[in-house]
Every structure is written in C-alpha cells, then in structure tokens.
C-alpha cells in the first residue's frame, strides 16, 4: 500500500455534497483563475523568472537554469522553472501559462490548509480554507509569477504529513513521514534551505510535547532517504558541472542573504518593522483584526503552557502557534527581506484566524459578504492590468516593435537594469552589459559582458536593439564609436532610454 493509499482517507473528507465546502471550492476556483493572464508581466521578478524558464525550455538544458546563451541563474533552485517551463509547453507562450503554477499553488495550499485545520481543530476546516484563500496576500500573490507560492505549497504538503504522523491515531500514521520529506525535498528544489524552516516548529513541538509512541526509526530513515533521492541529484549534478558553485550557494545564497545585506533586502535593523508589520496588518485582510485578537491571546496561552501536561493536552494549538512564530521570527532576524517571505506563514494564520472565530462563536461569514469581498479582489487585478506602469513588459515591447520592423534576435540594455519579460513578448534573448571590460567571474555577475564582447557578437548585423539611459547616452555613443563601430537612434526615447542599433562605421548611418 503507497502513502497516498494511506492518507485517502483524508480526500474522502471532503465530500462535495456539503454546500459549503462546495462554496468554498467554487470561491477559490474563482479567485486563482480571475483575470489570470490579463496583467502584462512586470519588472523585475515575473520578468526574470519567466525569462529562465523559456531559456531552459528553448535550449533543452533543463539542468542550469540561464538567463541567456552567455549567463547561468543560480539565485533559486529549478523547480519553478521547470513548471514555467511546462507550463509554457502545454499552453504556449503567454501571461496566463506562466501565472498558471501560482494559481495551482494557491488552489493546494487552500485544500492543504483544510486537511491540516480537519487535523488540529475539527469543525475549523472549512472557514481556516476560506480564510485562506480570501486574504489579500495570497490572493494576490496567486497572480504574480513567483518561487514564494510553489514554496509555500510544498511547505504545506509536507506539515500536512508531520500533522498526519504527530495526530493521527491510525496504525499506518507513519506514512505521513514520507510525505513530510516529500514535501521538504520539493520546498529544497524551490527556494533552498528556507523550505525547510517548519522543521523548527516541528522540533520545538517534539520537545515541548513529545508523543508517546514515537515513529519507529526505519519510518525516520525512509523519509529522510526520499528527501536525498529528490533533492540531492540537481544539486550534486550542477556543483560538479560548476566549479566554485557550491561555494556561491553556501556563501552568497545563504550566509549573506541572512547576515549581509549584500541583495539590498531592507537589511537595516528596522527592516523587519518596515516590511512584515505591514504585509501582516495588510496581507491579512479581511480578518486582520482576528489576526490581532489570537497575538493579543498569546500571553494567556503561554502562561499556559507552562505546565507539561497542558502542552500535551494542546499540542494542535501549540502546535499552530509555534508554526506561525518561529518562521515569522526567523525572517525577521535575517536580514533579507521583502512581503513574500513571510507567505509560507499564512496557512498557520489562516488556522489561527479561525480558531479565534470558532470560539468566539463567528463561524463561516455571509456569503453575500464574501461575494462582496472577492468582487473588490478581482477588481483590484482588472485595476492592475490596466494600470500603466514603466515595469510593464508589454509596454516595453511595443516600443520595441514600434521602432523595429525587423524580427529582434537579442535585446542588450547597455548599463541598465534588463527587462526580462522581452523574451515572452519579442522571442528575443535579453542581455545586460558593461562599457568597462569584466574582471571577475560570479555566479551572480551584474553584467553579462562587455561592451566590446558583444559588439564582436552582434555588432555585424545580427537583429540586435539596444538600450541604454538617455543620460549616458553621449558616453555610450562615444565609446562603441572608439570600438569601430557607429550607433543609431531608433525613434524617440522611451521611458528615459535611447533606444538604437549598432552596425561597422563604415556602414553608414
């Protein structure tokens, strides 16, 4: 018998007879799939991401992840890609395939949160799910293209098994290890390291309230072998490839994303106040203000919990509360930081939210009331999608189009921040590059190349537009000029950017 074999029980729950469930359901489909491709991609993050993942898909190289021909993207793990990539395969090349695994994500989580609320606090299944899906950071974050939602699900399927071993009473609750480390080894493949932060939690909880017939130690083995079987074989293959690779990702990926604020991650010591007690108060919306009630009810639950026996006896709620402190504390002392991190610890929000409600007698909301709610979110993503913006990609691209009649193989923004999303809309590769000549290799480089390297590659006539700010522009012109080389403005400037093209000087302008 499989582990999923094990645990279906759990699906059987969830009888869509109940027209509840059935609503909540519906409202989730609704609010993953609204208006899913109707926002143009934005810079930088969907830009980048969706850049890597068509990279890998039109190179065939599923293996290093590369933001062009020239430069290797090591920043995250690639298993985002490789569902980008996928995704993009099955439904082509377009805003809604690369936004369609954040919508699955949100989906999952919604169902995860629900088997784990059935698990640790019978009768708040249906309204911690509906939290979930309505609050305005997952929401939202379900409709940008990004490695937080994919991390935030394997994050949840594998607390899901932990809750499954640690409150089940069932002889085969062993089977919810495997799906612990499962889920751990997926979170590995997304983000790194940080996946596996709810193992705080789940330790803390083990030695605040140990339970008494533990896992026998074969069940530990097996689940940690599935994690090594899953997560190990990308990361040995590629820091075999790339010599200095395994020193990046200890170093740079995680010493200085912790300790250094070396990303310019709002690293000052008021970045956690700056950055999470917003996304708290507002990501949280609608139910911020139960949010607030169970902080406010900590003191009296940890007074508590003091006592052995009571931590026992409120190991589920417990268990909640260490689930939703120890990330959340975790990410505020590191010192990278932005909105996002903090989404892996909304399920247990939404868990938390909703044993509020549940013993101050709230319940489920009027479904006139939510149908409001999700009207304001979606037209909220009508707003963005119109909203115009100098991240927009698209807009970016018709420029391009406007000032180029010819089919653009590579577009090189000359000391400048790149605009990935190009290659979703033009089919072009993107390349960022440097006047100076490159010293130094990184794994991480600012630039791709130098000016000179690329006017070698492209500069004869090879469908290449470039950019650059229109404040250096005089600089720029000079030192391609200095090369043999002579520029030519193509069209007016475009957001503060002299769009143009490179050809030998004695081609004539």
């Known amino acids: 018998m499989t582990a999923a074999d094990r645990l279906r029980p759990d699906i059987a729950w969830l009888s869509l007879h109940s027209r509840g469930v059935a609503a909540l ?38 293996i290093d992840p590369m933001r062009n021909d020239d430069t290797g993207h090591w920043s995250k793990p690639p298993l985002t890609y490789w569902a980008l990539a996928s995704s993009f395969s099955a439904f082509g090349v377009n805003t809604w395939a690369a936004r369609l695994p954040s919508a699955l994500s949100l989906l999952a989580c919604v169902l995860l949160v629900w088997l784990i609320a059935r698990r640790l606090a019978q009768g708040t299944q249906t309204l911690a799910a509906l939290v979930y ?26 607390v899901y098994g932990f809750v499954v ?6 002889p085969r609750r062993d089977a919810g290890l495997l799906v612990m480390w499962l889920g751990f080894a997926l ?17 803390l909880l083990h030695v605040l309230a140990p339970r ?50 070396r990303f310019g991650r709002n690293g000052e010591w008021y970045g956690w106040l700056k950055v999470y007690v917003p996304t708290l108060l507002v990501g949280t919306l609608p139910w911020t203000a139960s949010l607030l009630r169970w902080f406010g009810a900590l003191p009296r639950l940890l007074g508590q919990w003091r006592n052995a026996s009571a931590r026992e006896s409120d190991a589920p709620r417990l268990f ?20 996002l991190y903090l989404l892996p610890c909304f399920a ?76 979703l809309y033009l089919g072009a590769q993107v390349e960022r590059i440097s006047r100076d000549p490159l010293q ?26 470039y950019v650059t700010p229109e404040m250096g522009w005089n600089g720029i012109e000079q030192a391609i000029r200095a090369h043999g080389f002579r520029a030519r403005r193509l069209g007016a400037p475009y957001a503060g950017r002299v769009v143009f093209a490179v050809a030998p000087d004695d081609a004539g302008s």
């Open 320 to 339: 909640v509360a260490l689930w939703a402190l120890l990330p959340l504390a975790v990410f505020c002392a590191a010192r990278s930081r932005l909105p």
């Open 212 to 261: 008494a017939t533990p896992a026998r130690w074969f069940r530990h083995v097996a689940g940690v072998a599935l994690f090594v079987l899953v997560a190990a074989p990308w990361y040995a293959a590629v820091t075999l490839r790339h010599s200095g690779l395994l020193h990046y990702f200890l170093g740079a990926e995680v010493v200085d994303r912790v300790a250094t604020d």
């Open 25 to 62: 359901f519906a409202l989730a489909l609704v609010l993953a799939f609204g208006f899913l491709g109707s926002r143009p991609l934005w810079e930088p993050d969907e830009g980048r991401y969706t850049n890597v993942a068509l990279t890998m898909l039109e190179s065939g190289d599923w």
């Open 187 to 203: 979170g590995f493949m997304t983000k790194g390291p940080p996946a596996l932060i709810p193992l705080l939690p789940i330790a």
């Open 440 to 465: 130094v290799h990184d794994y991480n480089p600012k630039f791709d190349e130098s000016l000179w390297q690329e006017l070698r590659e492209t500069g004869f006539g090879g469908h290449a537009v």
């Open 348 to 423: 247990a929000f939404a868990i938390a939210i909703a044993g509020v409600r549940h013993e101050r007698g709230a319940g489920l909301p009027h479904w006139p009331w939510l149908a409001l709610w999700a009207a304001a979110l979606l037209a909220l993503r009508h707003a963005a999608a119109v909203f115009p913006t100098d991240a927009d990609s698209s807009a970016w691209a018709r420029a391009v189009r406007e000032r180029v009649q010819s089919p653009v193989r590579e577009v090189v923004f000359v000391e400048d921040e790149p605009r990935y999303g190009l290659h």
């Open 165 to 170: 071993f640690r409150f089940s009473a069932s």
């Open 133 to 158: 899906a309505t609050m305005l950071l997952p929401s939202a974050a379900g409709q940008m293209v990004t490695t937080d939602f994919l991390l935030a699900a394997c994050e949840a399927l594998a």
